[in-house]
């Protein structure tokens, strides 16, 4: 089974490298990211089988800067920061850097897709640099819109959601409730109800933990209760369908326009009596409404697909009412607290723009730290220059001081003795001195025994001197007086 598949997503992924390789030059695509990376679906299946299909989506791009792990299934949570970031900026609230542009408060955002739903909440008070600690986010896996059509079509007969009763709305929001697990939470109207965690392929029915929103009017004081949503995805193409049904409806003028005053952001209300109109129409007439013309919004505009997704609009528009009011609890009666969209001009919103912000700012970043360490040459250059210059500072000082230790110690000049004194010399033909009974004779200059060798007298408290070297010779001492600074004698 997970052959099979491989081999289906290839062929899946295929026309997206060959799209890719037409514009990019092969020249620069070793330095082009490409990236694959999946969402609630794939966290529905075992580890082992998503490895297997993520060997093959990775062997499809190989000749791209693509690394194994830009091939895996990133988490509700950062699906709901992507999104967010995705929002922010095409409204213009931060720019590419993620940097905020004014003084304008975060938007939020709501993903609704097939397998999951996601909600991310700004919080208050955060610097000027956009990051997922600027947003509170829940994830639900299990409660996108096609997996839980899914586990409601399990019920059988008598599907309230068909549509054709006045009370068609009411009975079909009733019946998803206790489908969710949360119809007594829903009577007892509580500020927000926490959805069951399904298991690992559960169908809803074993619970293992309680998913709670973000509470918007809570007590969580760094959420404001001001903050505007923008819900995206199945939110939209829900909610999109009202005006285009209406218009074909007698008696619908004014809730059309109590919708398309607001729009992009009507109430809640006003959403719910569009609601009731379309869940109360039979569906033999929105099957004419599909095949007929007129003026349909251009996500309807297509008559085959107003026959496929028409009748079903009755069981979307309720599940998205139950998860706005009762699970993310949105105020009901305020227009501009949410709005709809999938594209701002000509940018798509998408978590997949959120993770192209949020990798071209951790590149900007690495690139930055490179550039301040090998751009700028000179400097690295002048920190080892100082550091070569230091370096022999130090050890000139080192030598200066060890030579003048070794002048300074009378033994090293002794050849390891400390000289005596000896007695003034007494030769009265070469006193040329008056010797004092503790002057000490030390040798200034030793010479070879055929020369002249000068001898200087000093007293002990000022014998240090460290132009004298060592003695070399062995002198007799001689007989002498007088007066003048030294005496001359020959060595024995």
Not at 170 to 184: D, M, V
Request: with cysteine.
């Amino acid at each position: 089974m997970v052959g099979a598949n491989a081999e289906v997503l290839g062929a899946y992924i295929e026309p997206l490298v060959t799209y890719a390789k037409e514009r990019v030059p092969e020249a620069h695509r070793g330095a082009t990211p490409f990236k694959i990376l999946a969402t609630a679906g794939m966290r529905l299946i075992p580890e082992s089988d998503a490895s297997a299909l993520y060997a093959r989506a990775y062997a499809a791009v190989r000749g791209f800067a693509t690394r194994r792990d830009d091939v895996r299934t990133i988490s509700g949570e950062d699906e709901a920061y992507f999104a967010a970031l995705a929002v922010n900026y095409a409204f213009g609230v931060v720019d590419a850097r993620g940097t905020r542009r004014g003084n304008d408060d975060l938007l939020g955002a709501l993903d609704l897709g097939g397998a999951s739903a996601q909600i991310a909440v700004p919080v208050k008070g955060l610097g000027s640099r956009v990051t997922s600690a600027d947003f509170r986010v829940a994830t639900f896996l299990g409660y996108g819109v096609e997996r839980v059509a899914s586990r409601y079509a399990k019920i059988g007969a008598n599907d309230p959601c068909g549509g054709g009763s006045s009370d068609a709305f009411e009975s079909c929001a009733r019946a998803i409730s206790k489908l969710l697990g949360i119809a007594e939470c829903r009577r007892s109207r509580n500020l927000t109800c926490a959805l069951p965690e399904l298991f690992f392929g559960g169908v809803g029915t074993t619970t293992r933990a309680a998913i709670r929103s973000p509470r918007f009017r809570a007590d969580d004081e760094k959420i404001s209760e001001e903050s505007k949503l923008v819900a995206t995805s199945s939110y939209y193409y829900a909610w999109v369908t009202l005006p285009s049904v209406l218009r074909h409806l007698n008696g619908s003028e004014l809730v059309l326009d109590r919708i398309e005053r607001d729009w992009p952001a009507p109430s809640l209300d006003a959403v719910r009596e569009g609601a009731r109109l379309l869940c109360s129409t039979p569906s033999e007439k929105l099957e004419s409404l599909a095949a007929s013309g007129g003026r349909w919004d251009r996500a309807l505009g297509n008559a085959e697909r107003r026959r496929a997704e028409l009748p079903r609009r009755c069981f979307d528009l309720a599940y998205v009412d139950i998860l706005l009011a009762s699970v993310f609890g949105l105020p009901t009666d305020l227009p501009n607290v949410v709005s709809v969209a999938t594209k701002v001009g000509a940018v798509d919103l998408d978590w997949t723009l959120g993770v192209v912000l949020h990798d071209a700012r951790r590149r900007r970043r690495r690139r930055r730290r490179r550039r301040h360490v090998f751009d700028d040459w000179w400097r690295p250059l002048l920190c080892a220059l100082l550091a070569l210059l230091l370096i022999v500072v130090y050890v000139a000082r080192r030598r200066k001081r060890s030579t003048k230790r070794k002048r300074d110690d009378p033994k090293r000049r002794w050849g390891g003795k400390t000289p005596t004194p000896t007695s003034p010399p007494k030769d009265p033909t070469i006193i040329d001195h008056d010797f004092k009974a503790d002057d000490v004779i030390y040798p200034r200059r030793a010479h070879s025994p055929q020369r002249t060798t000068t001898f200087m007298t000093k007293t002990p408290e000022r014998s240090r001197n460290r132009s004298w070297p060592r003695l070399y010779q062995k002198y007799q001492p001689v007989l002498g007086g007088g007066g003048g600074g030294g005496v001359s004698a020959s060595p024995a």
